[in-house]
């Protein structure tokens, strides 16, 4: 609930030792000491305007109209709008949600599972439930993201400086003999093409030509002492 | 993973005693059986062409393209249409993916999660990216996508031809003295994120390979040469 911005929990008749133990935890976050307990459902929803029971394809025969969770933001976002408050509820673990529990609901939210294995995780379903909440019905909120760097590392390379590795790189390959005479034109034309394709941002078309001239600089100076020594020879 | 579909499951590096137990559990789900084990990232998602790497807002600046989770669906649409593989990874609950395990993803996935409660629940993590994935990527209209090009040319390369490609360049920045000793450490995780950055496909990994095998032979060549020249001296 907390990561992903909801703050407002009742809980139905719990299991005192447990609940008490979770509450007493070190670290135990705010919206669960704030609470309601409730001894009945009834009385969790009863500030509540729309219902949402919640559950999988387990359940055979529906009474209730059926939403499946990613249709549900419309929904959602329509009784918040005209000032509604929304309850969204989970059974236990084991079996889920009543029949009695859903005959207070004005809906019953699907999760879409696979049919080999429907049944989910309790904190697993109130967790995918509340993130597609959170993103498609109340976007706004955790909606920011971190701004790109500012050093230019996304800035794209200007056509001049491809040109340019274009240059370097053909320059290795001769000195590498990587290309046969005949298909120097067709690598040529390709690796122009390999370059726009890979579309290096300015910074790294500069560490790769660094890298390229590096390389060059090697091949020729071992080129050249060869050259002496064999002239040594 | 079993509740939305996903089979194919890859341990790295598990805690054995936690690992077996789990395993050999009365009803343990066949993903569990069939997970595959390695004992690096790099192993596990060797057979991938688009690496996922997830995580809350808790990176402050991270370093490669950042895509939050409500916009993923497109991407590994389009992925997959092409043939490709797909891989999610999690890292482990405590600290998440370390910058390492990130060098070798395409791309970080964030989930958006309240600022003042980022750090999400390892299986939480898990169902709503799987379940987003499942609703968003997954569903009918997935055979509405373009045809791949026939030719391969636009076939993604796995992420262990990736590591190949890497090695290899890191082999000839060695031969060409291009890293102070003191940076070959950070030079070598650069490259890594270079990569997955320029993604190239299939067919431009091997010809980029075919170079730089071509340069350090060469290389090679001429520094054998040299050092046998110098002898005759």
New interface residues.
Partial sequence: M????FSQLAVVAPFEAHWREARSAVGA?ELLLEAKETGTLAQAVAGCTLILGTG?RTYRRPEQRVVR??DLAPLVKQELARGGRVGLIFGPEKHGLTREDLSLCHVLVE????A??????L???V??CL??L???AFGT???E??EP?ADGSSQSARSADLELLAGV?EE??V????SPRAMREANRH?LRL?LR?????AR?TR?IL??FR??L???KR??D??T???A??
Same sequence: chains 1, 2.
């Fill in positions: 907390a990561n992903f911005g976050p999988t969770l990613p999760i879409p599972t696979d080999r294995q429907p049944s989910m995780n904190g697993q379903a967790a995918v993130y597609e959170a993103v498609r909120k955790i909606d993201l971190p760097a790189v290795a390959m000195a590498a003999d990587y390709d390999m394709r890979l579309a290096p941002s790294d560490r660094g890298l590096r390389i600089w090697r091949m071992v080129s002492a060869k002496q020594g064999t040594t020879k």
